[in-house]
């Protein structure tokens, strides 16, 4: 008796175990739902802005109200001239969600581009993307994008082209190793001898089966930019005043912290949710799709 | 066989169920054997008949969502009933086991020496030199050349056959009086094969120990053991002394197993039988035996009512209705091809069974 | 010198490592993409300094001036107060009119001399940068180290403790625990305001895991879990200026007095950077803490884990010397990475506690459009990335002796 015969038979019996798993037995996600509510809220209240009847005019002055903690009339309670925080978090928070949109939208573009082709093709493509990737993990993300912004001048099209030479390498990595691995299953293999185009292969079958990791990677990377923006308006390099970012809005609240800790601690639980839904959205479409983490 | 002194192992009425997201399975159902003092016996099943489970559960190694109902006495002492000071000083010390795979199941990071020493030192409070010394002299046992350089060594560096003669060294370590041997050859090569299990046999009868040799294959257990255990589905079908199970095997399962392997025996180009149909879902078992549906000799009755093992004549113990070589059987097995199937749906004519 | 002489003999050392333990073939290959690297980081950060100024208007302007066209880093770095003497003093030092592979060689060859250029030519004095880096490059130092201490005493335990409470059985806590938890915090918030509801909801989240961990079970592997995910998503800067405000502003048991030396004593030492440290670390801790639990879950189903059960040795026995070391691996790997993002924390960090280190010096430099510092900073940044991704390659052979026997790719 050879040892294959067990070893089949195992394989079977798991395999009768993965299709009885996967049969829908799964239990509503309430953590999963409530994060996907949150981010559709945000993104809601954010777009519609002024329209919406509790939101005020991010820069009227109220005399009255200066510096003042939370209440009804002022949700997120007033800044050092008496805007109202909470409608400044919402008009700020659409400069920050563009960011992160337009970035994570470049990333994947480029970065899925780069990465699809690196894992694809390999030889020198493949070559020159890892130098690039790897030339990139050595420069610290943050200094970059201020040396950057530094240079150009602080616009929104600066911060978006800035934060998005560090979204590009990191997708581009992440899409090159799942790349790898389809590229090796035998389907693909099988395409190969019968002779299809590369150009189709990589259309129709390397694709389709890298879109999983990309789009659960979108999320995370969503979460990272956002709060790569935040950090730099922060630090007050990001799209200048009096364009409102969320981290502006936290830097300003800090200068006089004991008097409006306000504008650093509800700006800042608005946006800790928003990553933290965003990070979770990810962490649970890549467990869903059964993505290994690469490691990193 | 060993009815004087105590004997070495008990198994009573042996349950083991695991909680799966599907639901309950019943690994190991209702197990009971006794194993005397320098006996060997051999568990053989196939793939997910439970031996291994069963193997795992006597040594304490019940994975996280499993249970375990029914008594388990090795040397005389209720496993259960163990003190916690007494516990950590039992399994690896009283018994022992081999698993299936060298190439797993040695500690890559870690040198031979420390894997080998790290139980003596723990259970029997040796010091590194003693322990090393004491290392080698056992790898010198189970025939490793120039056993102080392989002290040094990591795994990686030894061949598969090498790996399990470390594997074994280190269940002897302790020396204990059970040793518990999981599937020992199934991965290695044939040639391999023999040494080892001619080690292992060598050494049960140096040291005096007991063995439980678990394998899928009859053809190991055969003038290997005292005596020969059958499981099916968590079951133990057949059980006897070696001689008694090839001579005059009772249980229709047993027989099928034999005709379905090559034998060097048998005459060329031999017809070789597998088994028709796959084991029963552990998940849903059936209500009755759980090889009937795959049985020639099935009955109404073996459909609905579950055999229990009984001891026929001079320790041999079959769990069947109508076994093999008994009047009953045959009745039932001519009744079962007159009809062309059997009670249980399973269609007899030979030309089905070459497309299972 | 001395800074350089230091960097040389760690790399003399290291590379003698390489060669002994991977052979000549591995060290060789490991140190040509070092250099590559190193090269390539360099010359972006030169090429991007080349971007200031060029846009063809700055250009006009300056011609007008009667100034070199090439001249607007030397005009953002001395200011509107410079004469002209100083700006063509300063184009010359650096070379700007020279091509981009002259001006950096130019550049690489002062470097590698120990000339790391004046820190900032607006103060006049034109204090050298390798002085400034010397006195300011300790700080920074001891935060990492502190930063990483911290991090991995969070990590280490609860990612052992909780892998291994993934594979036990679960014994829940009582479902009522939960709605009770979140009132308590609703009134306490609602009494006594958020901050210290917050605090609360901390110092709630530390005993439930304490809780847990009595208990045993899978759900203790759930609560570190949502810890460490709480934590990863939280912005370093929010977290520190949280922290700054309960433990700086509210309690005042951290002063922004400044950094003091450990000749000032251990305690002063301590005092005056603990704070800003355990932000770093807090920020660190996840990531490590997450790779070290699913690389630990990952070797506990191995069969070597089941042998050593069956030789009898402890579980405390198997999980720190059977399973901790093979589930390293990994953690090594994002500990070397995770430089460079220390960096990007210890900029937020400095930045917020006010402590004068390599961070806030950058950011500094970066204000002042003193692009020459930065360039320097950058490049010595792409150094410690490299060395301390070359020491974790090392680690590797220590920690799997497999690689000793392939050297890696």
Avoid at chain 1, 23 to 38: D, E, L, S, T
Avoid at chain 1, 172 to 201: E, H, M, N, W, Y
């Amino acid at each position: 008796m050879t040892n294959v015969a067990p070893d089949m038979a195992r394989a079977s019996v798991a395999a009768a175990a993965i299709t009885e798993a996967a049969r829908p037995k799964r239990k509503v996600n309430w953590v999963f739902r409530f994060a996907v509510g949150w981010l559709a809220l945000v993104v809601v209240i954010c777009m519609l802005g002024e329209l919406l009847p509790f939101v005020k005019d991010p820069n009227e002055r109220d005399a009255q109200a200066i510096s003042q903690g939370p209440s009804w009339d002022h949700w997120f309670g007033t800044a050092s001239f008496g805007q109202d925080v909470f409608s400044r978090v919402v008009i700020g928070g659409r400069i920050s969600l563009f960011v992160g949109f337009a970035v994570t939208v470049i990333g994947i573009a480029l970065g899925g581009l780069l990465g699809l082709l690196a894992g694809f093709l390999r030889g020198w493509v493949d070559a020159v993307v890892r130098v690039i990737i790897s030339v990139t993990l050595a420069i610290p993300a943050l200094l970059l994008v201020i040396f950057i912004v530094a240079i150009q001048g602080q616009s929104l099209r600066t911060v978006i082209i800035a934060v998005s030479l560090l979204a590009i390498p990191a997708l581009a990595r992440i899409v090159r190793g799942s790349t790898l691995q389809v590229a090796d299953r035998d389907f693909v293999k099988a395409a190969k001898v019968l002779g299809v185009k590369k150009l189709s292969i990589l259309v129709r079958e390397v694709l389709p089966n890298v879109m999983p990791t990309l789009v659960s990677f979108a999320f995370l990377t969503f979460g990272i930019v956002l709060v790569a923006e935040s950090s730099l308006s922060f630090l007050g390099l990001s799209v200048e005043a009096p364009t409102i970012t969320w981290g502006s809005i936290i830097g300003e609240g800090r200068i006089k912290f004991a008097e409006t800790p306000h504008m650093v601690f509800l700006p800042g639980a608005v946006l800790f949710l928003t990553v933290l839904s965003l990070n979770f959205v990810g962490d649970q479409l890549l467990k869903r799709f059964d993505i290994k983490e690469s490691g990193i | 066989m060993a009815a004087t002194t105590t004997p070495m192992l008990e198994v009573d009425d042996l349950r083991v169920r695991f909680a799966t997201p599907a639901g309950t399975i019943t690994a190991v159902d209702g197990v009971s054997l006794t194993l005397g003092e320098r006996e060997s016996i051999a568990i053989v099943g196939e793939s997910g008949s439970g031996k291994s489970v069963f193997a795992r559960t006597l040594i304490n190694l019940l994975a996280g969502n499993g249970t375990r109902t029914g008594t388990i006495k090795i040397g005389g002492r209720d496993i259960d009933e163990l003190s916690t000071a007494e516990r950590k000083h039992f399994f690896g010390v009283q018994a022992a086991m081999v698993f299936q795979d060298p190439m797993t199941s040695l500690n890559p990071v870690k040198r031979i020496g420390a894997q080998l020493t790290e139980a003596m030192r723990y259970h029997l409070k040796m010091g590194k030199e003693e322990a090393n010394d004491r290392a080698v002299g056992l790898l010198r046992q189970v025939h490793i050349p120039s056993p102080e350089k392989r002290m040094r060594q990591y795994p990686h560096e030894l061949s598969g056959g090498m790996r399990q003669r470390v594997v074994i060294a280190m269940a002897l370590a302790c020396e204990p009086r059970l040793l518990i041997a999981d599937e020992p050859t199934t991965a290695l090569d044939v040639t391999v094969q023999k040494a080892i299990l001619d080690l292992l046999d060598d050494l049960r009868a140096e040291r005096n120990m007991s063995l439980i040799l678990i394998t899928h294959d009859l053809g190991v257990a055969e003038g290997r053991a005292d005596r020969i255990g059958v499981m099916y589905a968590g079951r133990l079908m057949e059980l006897a002394t070696a001689k008694d199970l090839f001579a005059d095997m009772r249980h229709p399962y047993t027989q099928a197993l034999l005709r379905s392997i090559p034998s060097t025996d048998m005459a060329s180009h031999t017809r070789l039988h597998p088994i028709p149909g796959r084991p029963p879902d552990l998940l849903n078992p059936p209500q009755g035996c759980a090889f009937a549906a795959r049985c020639r000799h099935a009955q109404p009755e073996c459909v609905d009512i579950k055999p229990n093992l009984l001891e026929s004549s001079g320790d041999h113990w079959y769990a069947c209705h109508f076994p093999v070589g008994t009047s009953e059987g045959r009745a039932a097995l001519e009744r079962n091809e007159t009809a062309g199937v059997t009670a249980a749906g399973l269609p007899l004519d030979e030309a089905a069974e070459e497309f299972v | 010198m001395i800074v350089v002489l230091i960097i040389l003999l760690v790399i003399a050392v290291l590379a003698a490592w390489i060669v002994r333990t991977a052979g000549w073939r591995f060290a060789l290959q490991r140190l040509g993409s070092a250099l590559l690297i190193l090269v390539l980081v360099t010359f972006i950060t030169s090429f991007l300094l080349r971007l200031v100024g060029v846009e063809e208007s700055q250009r006009e302007v300056l011609r007008e001036l009667g100034l070199s066209e090439n001249a607007q880093p030397c005009v953002s770095a001395l200011g509107t107060g410079a004469t002209f003497d100083e700006v063509n003093r300063c184009v010359d030092e650096r070379g700007l009119d020279d091509d981009p592979f002259t001006q950096y060689a130019k550049w690489a060859g002062d470097v590698l001399r120990g000339d790391l250029g004046p820190a900032f030519y607006k103060s006049g004095d034109a204090e050298p940068l390798t002085g400034t880096i010397a006195q300011r490059m300790p700080r920074t130092a001891w935060l990492f180290l502190y930063s990483q201490f911290i991090a991995l005493a969070v990590a280490v335990p609860l990612g052992i403790w909780s892998a291994y409470q993934a594979g036990r059985p679960p014994r829940g806590i009582p479902k009522i625990a939960w709605p009770i938890g979140v009132a308590a915090m609703l009134i306490v918030s609602w009494a006594f305001g958020w901050t210290l509801a917050a605090v609360i909801l901390l110092a709630l989240l530390v005993p439930t895991a304490i809780y847990h961990g009595l208990r045993g079970g899978r759900g203790g592997d759930t609560a570190v879990n949502m810890l460490a995910f709480v934590l990863l998503s939280v912005p370093a800067f929010v977290l520190g200026e949280t922290l700054r405000y309960v433990f700086s502003i509210q309690r005042g048991w951290y002063s922004l007095s400044g950094y003091a030396p450990w000749g000032d004593g251990v305690g002063t030492h301590l005092k005056s950077i603990w704070l800003p440290a355990l932000v770093l670390g807090l920020a660190a801790a996840p990531v490590y803490l997450r790779l070290l639990r699913a690389d630990m879950i990952q070797n506990l189903q191995q069969d070597f884990v089941a042998v050593a059960k069956a030789k009898g040795m402890s579980n405390t026995h198997i999980l720190l010397r059977h399973v901790l070391r093979p589930s390293t691996v990994t953690l090594l790997t994002v500990a070397g990475l995770n430089i460079a993002q220390l960096v990007n924390g210890a900029i937020v960090v400095e930045f917020i506690f006010d402590f004068d280190g390599m961070g806030s010096y950058l950011l500094e430099a970066v204000a002042r459009r003193e692009f020459f510092a930065v360039q320097t900073l950058v490049a010595l940044v792409a150094v410690l990335f490299i060395l301390a991704n070359t020491i974790v390659d090392m680690l590797y052979t220590v920690v799997d002796p497999r690689v000793r026997a392939q050297a890696p790719t």
